[in-house]
C-alpha cells in the first residue's frame, strides 16, 4: 500500500518485488493517468477495498526504508490527528534535496575537529576590525569562547570557513582533531558529566529508570542545570546502546547549547537546523539514518529525525513557540515528541523554567510525571523584581521619557560599576505608529491591515509583516498637516540609553540591527567579552548566552503583549518576563531586574515579579477554565484567505456546512474577519470550532471538507489544530 498525493492507497506488490518493498521505503506507482507517481509504504492491508481493481506497484525508490517503523507511525498519526492530506508531512519530514534523489551512499565519517583561538590573538582583533569583517566576528567569538567545537562555530557562522581559514593561515586561530582527554588544559569544563545535586540526580534516576514510555516534565527555574540532567540521561542511555533526539527553539540564538552535547558526545551528535545548506542537512540525515550519529539536536523538525534505537526524546523550552510549525502543514513537534517516545517506546522528557499550562495540565491529569528544579545551581539567589508602576510615577514625577528615573538611575549605576545590563522590549523599530496631528490618518500598510513602523535609522516607514516600505515625509500625505510618531521600539530605547550614558557602549539585538545568524553571534559573543555595556534588544536578548557580567535587566515596557486579543497573550507575557529576567545575576554579582509598566497588578506582571509560576498558572488556568479555552477545550482554527468577497463567501459557506454538524458538544465562533483583516493585499476571515473531545472537532473537519476542497469564493482555506495564535 502507498500513500500518494491525497490519501492512502492500495497496490499489489508484483513477486519479483516483494523483498524490496517494506514499510517506509518509496515507490512508484501508476496513479490515475499518470504511468508514476512517487508514495510512501504505510502499511500492507490482507484485503484490498471493496470494488477496486488493483495495479502494480511500479518500482522501490529506496534501497532501505527512509522511515524507520515508529516513524511511519508517527506520521500517520500526525497526518490524522492535523488534518493533513496523507504524504504531506511524510514529504516535510524528509531533508531538502532527498525528495528529488533516491536514499542511496553514505557520506564519509567525520572525525571531531575543534577549533580555538591561538596565543597573541586578543592583541590582532582590533586590527582586523576594519579590514576583515568576517574574521573579526569569528574569532571574536572564539575569544570568548575559547577551544570549541567546529560544528558550534559552523551553527554560529553558517558562512564562516573562509574567514577560519584565513585565520589559521595568519596564525590567530587552529583547527585541530585531537581528543579532548588529551587537550587537558585547554578542556572545556562541560565536556565531562558535572557532580549532580541531589535534585538533579533525583531527576536522572527517574527518568532513567522509567524502563518504557513515560513522558516527564522537568520544571527547573532558569539556571538550574536542566541542561546537565538531559546530557546525563542520555549519556546513561547511550551506554544502553541507545539513541536521543534533542529538540531545542532556535540553534542560531543559542550555539553554545548545541556545543554542549558536541563536547559531551563528539561526533555522536548530528545537528539538523537551517542554517545548514541542504548538503550538509542531508549528509547529517544520513549519518542519523545509518546509526554513524545516535545522537540528534535539532529544531522543530528534527521530531522527523532518523534516530535509531530511540530510546530518549528531549524538548527544550517546551513551552517556546517556534516548535509549532505555521506555515506548512501545521503541527506542534512538542506535542509530536510524546507520540514519538510512544511509538519507541522511548522516554519523553519536557523542560522548561515556564512550562506551558497545557504541559501543567497534563501533569495534573497524571498523563505527565512531574520532576522540579525549584533552585539554581549553587543556591545562587533569584534576581529580585521591582516594579515600576508608570501611571503612579506619572502622578508624582511631571515629565520623563522612556527610561522612568527608577531605571534610568539603576542603569547609570550599572555601568558606572563596570558590570553590564539588558534592555529588552518586544518591539522594534523606532516608532510604532505615525499619524497626522490635523487629521488622525495613520501610515498605513496598503496591502496590510496594519500601522506601518518608523525606522529612524533608515528613514523608513516599514510593514513587519509584508516588508513594504516608504520614505517618511514629514508632512501627512492626506491633509498636508504635520505628522508625529507614537509607540516606542528598540532603535528609540537604543538612542536613550546613548543620550543618558554618551560614554557607555550600547548595542542593539534585533532582526534588524543583525542580518545573519553569524552577525547575532558575533554580538553575542562581544557582549559576553564585555565589550558591550547595554544591550538593547527585541526577545533575541531573552534566550542566549550565560552572560556572567549582567547584573541588570530593564523591561522598558511590559504591556506590549498583553493587549493582543490572543487567550494565550498573558501566558506570553509571563514567560518572557520571567526568561529576561533569568538572564540577571548569572555569574557572582546579585542582579536586579526593573519591570516598566501600566498594569502592575495583572497576574502575569505581578506573578513573573514574584518568581512565582505555581500562582500565575493557578489564576490562568481559572480563567481559561472559566473562559473554555486550551488546555481544558480543543480548538481547531479554519483560516480563509482570499478576495475580500471570495474570503467571506467561503467563510459563509463553512459555516453553513457546519451548522448542522455542531451538535451540542461544538461550539463556532465566527466566521469573522481575523484580527489581521488583511495580509500582503489577502483578506482574511477565521472560524474557530471548540470542543471538549477532540473526535468532536474531527466530526467537523469532515463536515467542512467538501466547501474547503471546492471552496465558493475560490478563497484558500487551512485547518490548524490547536492552533498557537489566534491572529
Ligand atoms: P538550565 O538549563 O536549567 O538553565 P544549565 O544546565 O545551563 O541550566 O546550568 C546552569 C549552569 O550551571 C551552567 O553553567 C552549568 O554548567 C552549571 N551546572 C549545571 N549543573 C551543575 C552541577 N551539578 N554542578 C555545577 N555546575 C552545574
Ligand atoms: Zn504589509
Known amino acids: 500500500m502507498a500513500a500518494a498525493v491525497r490519501g492512502t492507497f492500495t497496490y499489489r506488490v508484483p513477486s519479483h518485488l516483494a523483498a524490496e518493498v517494506t514499510l517506509g521505503r518509496r515507490v512508484a506507482v501508476p496513479f490515475g493517468r499518470s504511468p508514476r507517481a512517487t508514495g510512501y509504504v504505510v502499511g500492507f492491508p490482507t484485503s484490498a477495498p471493496a470494488g477496486v481493481e488493483l495495479r502494480d506497484l511500479a518500482e522501490v525508490l529506496d534501497t532501505f526504508p527512509l522511515f524507520t517503523p515508529d516513524l511511519v507511525k508517527l506520521l500517520r498519526w500526525a497526518e490524522e490527528y492535523y488534518l493533513c492530506p496523507p504524504g504531506e508531512l511524510h514529504r516535510a519530514a524528509l531533508p531538502p534535496g532527498l525528495n528529488a534523489r533516491r536514499g542511496k551512499a553514505a557520506p564519509a565519517r567525520r572525525g571531531v575537529e575543534w577549533a580555538a583561538p591561538t596565543e597573541g590573538a586578543a592583541e590582532a582583533l582590533p586590527s582586523l576590525a576594519r579590514r576583515a569583517r568576517a574574521q573579526h566576528a569569528v574569532l571574536e567569538y572564539l575569544l570568548a569562547r575559547g577551544r570549541i567545537p567546529l560544528e558550534e562555530l559552523r551553527t554560529a557562522f553558517p558562512q564562516g570557513r573562509a574567514a577560519l581559514l584565513a585565520l589559521t593561515r595568519r596564525g590567530l586561530a587552529r583547527v585541530d582533531a585531537g581528543s579532548r582527554v588529551a587537550q587537558g588544559g585547554l578542556l572545556d569544563a562541560r565536556a565531562e558529566p558535572l557532580p549532580l545535586t541531589a535534585e538533579q540526580a533525583a531527576a536522572l534516576e527517574a527518568v532513567t529508570g522509567a524502563g518504557g514510555f513515560a513522558t516527564y516534565l522537568l520544571h527547573g527555574v532558569t539556571g538550574s542545570g536542566k541542561t546537565e540532567v538531559y546530557l546525563q540521561a542520555i549519556g546513561r542511555l547511550r551506554a544502553a546502546g541507545k539513541g536521543a533526539l534533542v529538540l531545542v527553539p532556535e540553534i542560531a540564538l543559542t550555539p553554545q547549547l548545541a556545543g554542549r552535547f558536541r563536547a559531551r558526545f563528539g561526533d555522536d551528535v548530528a545537528l539538523l537546523h537551517s542554517g545548514l545548506s541542504d548538503a550538509e542537512r542531508h549528509a547529517e540525515w544520513l549519518r542519523l539514518r545509518h546509526g554513524e550519529a545516535r545522537i540528534c539536536v535539532g529544531v522543530r523538525s528534527a521530531v522527523f529525525a532518523p534516530v535509531q534505537e530511540l530510546g530518549i526524546v528531549v524538548v527544550d523550552e517546551e513551552h517556546d513557540g517556534s516548535f509549532k510549525q505555521e506555515d506548512g502543514p501545521p503541527y506542534q513537534a512538542r506535542d509530536l515528541a510524546v507520540v514519538r517516545a510512544r511509538e519507541a517506546g522511548a522516554v519523553c522528557l ?67 560599576e563596570g558590570r553590564q545590563a539588558i534592555l529588552f522590549l518586544n518591539r522594534r523599530g523606532f516608532q510604532t505608529l505615525v499619524l497626522c496631528e490635523a487629521c488622525g490618518q495613520e501610515a498605513r500598510c496598503p496591502s496590510c491591515a496594519v500601522s506601518l513602523t518608523f525606522h529612524q535609522r533608515r528613514g523608513l516607514l516599514l510593514c513587519h509583516y509584508c516588508g513594504h516600505a516608504e520614505r517618511r515625509t514629514d508632512d501627512c500625505p492626506a491633509c498636508g498637516g504635520p505628522r508625529i510618531g507614537l509607540g ?14 554618551p560614554e557607555a557602549r550600547v548595542e542593539r539585538l534585533d532582526r534588524d540591527a543583525v542580518g545573519s545568524a553569524g552577525d547575532v553571534a558575533a554580538v553575542l559573543a562581544r557582549f559576553a567579552r ?92 481559572a480563567s481559561r477554565r472559566a473562559h473554555g479555552w486550551p488546555p481544558y477545550q480543543r480548538l481547531v482554527a479554519v483560516r480563509v484567505e482570499g478576495s475580500e468577497a471570495g474570503a467571506r463567501r467561503t467563510a459563509e459557506a463553512l459555516a453553513a456546512a457546519a451548522l448542522p454538524a455542531l451538535g451540542s458538544d461544538v461550539a463556532m465562533l465566527g466566521p469573522a474577519p481575523a484580527a489581521l483583516e488583511r495580509l500582503r493585499g489577502r483578506s482574511r476571515w477565521q472560524l474557530l470550532f471548540r470542543a471538549a473531545d477532540p473526535s468532536a472537532l474531527r466530526r467537523i473537519h469532515r463536515a467542512l471538507r467538501p466547501v474547503a476542497e471546492h471552496p465558493p469564493g475560490g478563497a484558500a482555506v487551512r485547518f490548524d489544530v490547536d492552533p498557537n495564535a489566534l491572529l
Request: hydrophobic share 40%.
Open 350 to 416: 519536557l523542560g522548561s523554567a515556564t512550562p506551558s499550562l497545557e504541559t501543567l495540565e497534563n501533569t495534573r491529569r497524571g498523563r505527565y510525571r512531574l520532576l522540579e528544579l525549584p533552585r539554581r545551581i549553587d543556591d545562587r539567589p533569584m534576581p529580585p523584581v521591582e516594579l515600576v508602576d508608570l501611571a503612579r510615577l506619572r502622578r508624582t514625577v511631571p515629565a520623563f521619557g522612556l527610561l522612568s528615573p527608577p531605571l534610568a538611575d539603576a542603569l547609570a549605576a550599572t555601568v558606572g
Open 488 to 501: 516606542v521600539g528598540t532603535e528609540q530605547v537604543e538612542a536613550a540609553a546613548r543620550k543618558l550614558l
Open 530 to 621: 564585555r565589550e558591550i555595556d547595554v544591550l538593547v534588544g527585541t526577545q533575541m536578548v531573552t534566550k542566549g548566552h550565560d552572560f556572567p557580567g549582567v547584573t541588570l535587566v530593564g523591561v522598558v515596557l511590559a504591556d506590549t503583549g498583553l493587549s493582543l486579543p490572543d487567550f494565550r497573550a498573558a501566558e506570553r507575557t509571563f514567560q518572557l518576563l520571567t526568561q529576561v529576567a533569568g538572564r540577571a545575576g548569572r555569574g557572582g554579582d546579585a542582579g536586579r531586574v526593573l519591570v516598566q509598566t501600566w498594569n502592575p497588578g495583572t497576574p502575569a506582571v505581578a506573578c513573573a515579579a514574584t518568581h512565582d509560576y505555581a500562582r500565575f498558572a493557578e489564576q490562568e488556568l
